[in-house]
């Protein structure tokens, strides 16, 4: 009997060390070709993370912002504390949170559809599509954890009928589900889409046990001590989080062209059919496959949802549907919705796995050249969108080109110039600043996004700096190259690495730049 009882758990743990594997295999694969970048966003939050670490900083949300829960960072700060701070434990970090959804969804998949659709399901995450891992290992602060807290709560969504169904309690769970449903909500409002799901799961299962006073109770108590950073931060502020633009909705006027990109875009991207950062279809006919794909996970889920063998399928089936749904639903009325980078559409991957396993595991029941062919179209989708990825490490977008630029050896040049504060476009300045390990700050300066002002002390010790230096490329470098010979301002000029250095500017003219923190205009 002994070793009847743990033959099950040695499968399980066979199954968890080979999706393991292979997670990591395409995580280290992707990112040992360039595929996935480290730029500033990924620096702020390591910097965010050292102020955590070594200053006991203990900010609500995300730097420059009112809104990105710093759930992500705590965790980082704690990686900090056992591994160097660096790009690479940066990405060692994000791929155990990467690894822990991957996990999450294969026991998701498992427990409604059986252990062959668990395993397909995973496998689907494991090896790709590419957005997944883009995203899931820059993560940019919140994405990963996103994902990796909404998957929990699916889980326990299912875990919770089953249990409701069985005749047991479950106050205990219920608790649980409302406080990982608070931690979704403190790091990002997208996560409202759990409220569709938990709706869907209640509706198609034990709808009166779900509605116990004692656990809706539990359930909203916990709510609110998950997301207990956010109502009290906004508490403070007079409910800043509400008025961000990030929550703007969109007008419904561009309802159709939205529609079009989500399926243009957002899907295509999702789905590995074009490139987040070219927006290429991976290979001809890739975005009619990626459709097609789509259609048979929505015709699978709506068909096991009125013919599933058990209740378990049929309820699971409700919840990855509504999943489907909800996620694009939500993100089609949200005014800073880009569909060209599909962020906001991310926990989709938590309806499409584990419809995907399914799917594949009911064919291979009935016809397995059905499986075989489901399973080599996903892989198609998968690693033609791996390949077709572009190299993104050390390279700088200028002037709508990619242009190499390794911002190691920018920090080289910069100490060997002794220049230890600096204004930069956004897109080098905090990345410069954690690279260097502090010893150089930057700060951002520019037009648009790249003068965007995230790390408000470091932006103070530029400003205090009797001598800073500029680091610009692209438009803002032209603009203040006019400016510096329209006004014949005396300085030096060194490029490297895509940019230029301008340093030895006058203290009148470095105080008039820093009047408006901007390049002045020049003149005709």
């Given amino acids: 009997m002994g070793s009847l009882s743990r033959h099950p758990r040695k499968r399980l743990a066979a199954t968890a060390a080979l999706l393991a594997l292979l997670t990591a295999a395409t995580a280290g694969w992707l990112d040992a070709t360039g595929r996935i970048p480290f730029n500033s966003d ?19 949300f995300c730097y420059g912002s009112q809104y990105g829960g710093t759930l992500e960072p705590h965790y980082l700060a704690a990686v900090f504390s056992v591994l160097k701070p660096s790009p690479l434990a940066y990405r060692l970090a994000m791929g155990l949170l990467v690894l822990a959804i991957v996990l999450v969804v294969w026991a998701a998949a498992r427990s409604c559809y059986g252990e062959r659709a668990g395993l397909f399901a995973g496998l689907y995450l494991a090896l790709g599509p590419s957005f ?8 940019d602060g919140a994405y990963a954890s996103l994902l990796l807290v909404c998957g929990l709560a699916l889980w326990l969504l299912l875990a919770i009928e089953r249990r409701l169904a069985a005749g047991s309690r ?27 799901a938990g709706a869907a799961a209640v509706v198609a299962g034990a709808t009166r046990a779900w509605l116990a006073p004692r656990g809706v109770a539990a359930l909203l108590a916990a709510f609110l001590l998950g997301g207990l950073p956010w109502w009290w931060r906004n508490l403070q502020t007079g409910w800043a989080s509400l008025k961000a633009p990030e929550l703007a909705a969109a007008p419904i006027g561009g309802l159709t062209a939205r529609l079009a990109s989500l399926f243009h875009d957002g899907w295509s991207i999702l ?23 789509l259609a048979a996970l929505i015709g699978f889920g709506l068909v096991s949802l009125r013919r599933g063998p058990t209740p378990a399928p049929r309820h699971g089936s409700a919840v990855f549907l509504t999943v489907l749904v909800a996620v694009p639903c939500l993100a089609l009325f949200v005014a800073r919705t880009d569909f060209a980078e599909p962020r906001y559409l991310l926990p989709a991957y938590l309806g499409i796995a584990p419809l995907a396993g399914g799917l594949i595991a009911a064919l291979w029941e009935r016809r397995t050249a059905g499986a075989v062919l489901a399973i080599a179209l996903l892989l198609v989708l998968n690693f033609g969108s791996q390949i077709g990825s572009p190299r993104l490490k050390n390279r700088l977008r200028i002037d709508g080109k990619w242009v190499e630029s390794d911002p190691r050896k920018v920090v080289h040049r910069l100490r060997e110039r002794a220049v230890d504060a600096v204004y930069a476009s956004y897109w080098v300045a905090y990345r410069t600043t954690f690279l260097s390990s502090g010893k150089v700050i930057a700060s951002p ?52 690495e895509g940019l230029t250095l301008f340093s030895g500017l006058p203290a009148e003219a470095v105080a008039r730049i820093r009047s408006c923190n901007c390049i002045p205009d020049a003149g005709p």
């Avoid at 990924?42 to 609500?60: F, Y």
């Avoid at 608790?175 to 409220?195: H, K, N, R």
């Avoid at 003068?451 to 800073?468: E, I, M, S």
């Avoid at 230096?469 to 005396?490: H, K, M, N, T």
């Fill in 170 to 196: 479950a106050t205990l769970h219920l608790a649980l589900l409302g406080w990982l449903l608070g931690l979704a909500w403190w790091i990002l409002p997208i996560s409202a889409f759990m409220a569709a």
């Fill in 132 to 139: 997944f891992f883009y995203k899931g290992l820059t993560s």
């Fill in 445 to 496: 300066f520019g037009g648009a996004e790249r003068g965007l002002v995230r790390h408000l002390d470091h932006q103070a010790f530029v400003d205090r700096h009797p001598a800073p230096a500029f680091l610009l490329y692209g438009p803002d470098r032209s603009r203040f190259e006019s400016y510096l010979s329209r006004f014949r301002i005396p300085h030096r000029r060194e490029s490297f």
């Fill in 42 to 60: 990924q620096s702020i939050i390591s910097l965010m993370a050292l102020d955590i670490l070594q200053k006991g900083a203990h900010p609500v």
């Fill in 271 to 293: 789905l590995g059919a074009s490139s987040v950062t070219t927006g290429e279809a991976t290979f001809p006919g890739s975005r009619p496959l990626a459709w097609a794909v």
